[in-house]
Nanobody
Framework: QVQLVESGGGLVQPGGSLRLSCAAS????????VGWYRQAPGKQRELVAGITRGGTTNYVDSVKGRFTISRDNAKNTVNLQMNSLKPEDTAVYYC?????????WGQGTQVTVSS
């Protein structure tokens, strides 16, 4: 089992940046993959970015070139650097970890992009 805690959300103007962090209660080396998802009001939750234990990353097309997912092995965190933010990036962002065929979720952090 793993507990996940997200942080770093907030209000930012269009074109601004935020850095989200997902802290895991266990070593991230033991986690198969970690993903950042988001859910906007009235929309389905979507995978924004993911990173595997081996370091392979993937992104949804709408954030490619703007968002970067990375791991801090020493801190057992997975970060999402979000640049050039747009109003359509507004959503609750969730961290999810796949461990032994089970998926675990954090509580989410709100990101609002507005002028």
């Amino acid at each position: 089992q793993v507990q996940l805690v997200e942080s770093g959300g907030g209000l930012v103007q269009p074109g601004g940046s935020l850095r989200l962090s997902c802290a895991a209660s266990i070593s991230i080396f033991s986690i198969n993959s970690v993903g950042w998802y988001r859910q906007a009001p009235g929309k389905q939750r979507e995978l924004v970015a993911g990173i595997t234990r081996g370091g392979t990353t993937n992104y949804v097309d709408s954030v490619k070139g703007r968002f970067t997912i990375s791991r801090d092995n020493a801190k057992n965190t997975v970060n999402l650097q979000m640049n050039s933010l747009k109003p359509e990036d507004t959503a609750v962002y969730y961290c999810s970890a796949n461990l032994r065929s089970n998926n675990y979720w954090g509580q989410g952090t709100q990101v609002t992009v507005s002028s």
